[in-house]
T-cell receptor
Framework: RKEVEQDPGPFNVPEGATVAFNCTYSNSASQSFFWYRQDCRKEPKLLMSVYSSGNEDGRFTAQLNRASQYISLLIRDSKLSDSATYLCVVNGDRDDKIIFGKGTRLHILP | GAVVSQHPSWVICKSGTSVKIECRSLDFQATTMFWYRQFPKQSLMLMATSNEGSKATYEQGVEKDKFLINHASLTLSTLTVTSAHPEDSSFYIC??????????FGPGTRLTVL
């Protein structure tokens, strides 16, 4: 099983719709989880951290399911500007090692 | 807060030359810095992890003699690509973190080796 696994997509979603994607991780001892967003030819930017109790920021909701070892990202009322690649990030075996998923591409259609 | 800069933002060089890329944390002290490489339409690949004042830890398959990393202070890390070849052309991105787990990324350096 890969350390961090994401559906590469692309997810083609009409503007205004709700979209959700998951990310599974293999290391049950992982403690830190994040979603990053990367636009084409740009650096990744932190979107939100994922806490055990879940985390909501405006239209974005992130959740952690430790039992099944996955995190999720839900985007409501999607905007054209949400089109990007969303990277799932999990800390690995060592405290300072962060593992990136390969990303899920999202295209919001007008 | 949490701004990371990289310099240069792009560089074109001849094959065989060495290129140095700087990564600075502007408003925080970075206990750890990371260097990544990303080829077109591919995912980020971690190259090495460096802690201030100690030797970098390289990922498997990354040549430490080719990619020299220096992390001399809590706000500066440098990556030198020695004897660059066309296959080294890529997008190099650094990230930095303070004691919290989040990483903050620099804007990246696009290297083209002719």
């Amino acid at each position: 099983r890969k350390e961090v696994e994401q559906d590469p997509g692309p997810f083609n979603v009409p503007e205004g719709a709700t979209v959700a994607f998951n990310c599974t991780y293999s290391n049950s001892a992982s403690q830190s989880f994040f979603w990053y967003r990367q636009d084409c030819r740009k650096e990744p930017k932190l979107l939100m951290s994922v806490y055990s109790s879940g985390n909501e920021d405006g239209r974005f909701t992130a959740q952690l399911n430790r039992a099944s070892q996955y995190i999720s990202l839900l985007i409501r009322d999607s905007k054209l500007s949400d089109s990007a690649t969303y990277l799932c990030v999990v800390n690995g075996d060592r405290d300072d090692k962060i593992i990136f998923g390969k990303g899920t591409r999202l295209h919001i259609l007008p | 807060g949490a701004v990371v800069s990289q310099h240069p933002s792009w560089v074109i060089c001849k094959s065989g030359t060495s290129v140095k890329i700087e990564c600075r944390s502007l408003d925080f002290q970075a206990t750890t810095m990371f260097w990544y490489r990303q080829f077109p339409k591919q995912s980020l690949m971690l190259m090495a992890t460096s802690n201030e004042g100690s030797k970098a830890t390289y990922e498997q398959g990354v040549e430490k003699d080719k990619f020299l990393i220096n992390h001399a202070s809590l706000t500066l890390s440098t990556l030198t690509v020695t004897s660059a070849h066309p296959e080294d052309s890529s997008f190099y991105i650094c990230s930095a973190r303070d004691p919290t787990p989040e990483q903050f990324f620099g804007p990246g350096t696009r290297l083209t080796v002719l």
